[in-house]
């Protein structure tokens, strides 16, 4: 139980830094489908 919390806080963690990278790339691709 405690290894599983640990690897939820180390999927967090990960998610946290990508999630700002995605939302970017689909505001970008958003901009470009209006142009």
Not at 8 to 24: C, G, N, Q, Y
């Amino acid at each position: 139980l405690v290894r599983q919390t640990h690897v939820k806080e180390f999927f967090f963690e990960i998610f946290k830094r990508i999630l700002p990278i995605i939302i970017v790339f689909v505001i970008q691709r958003k901009l470009l489908d209006k142009m």
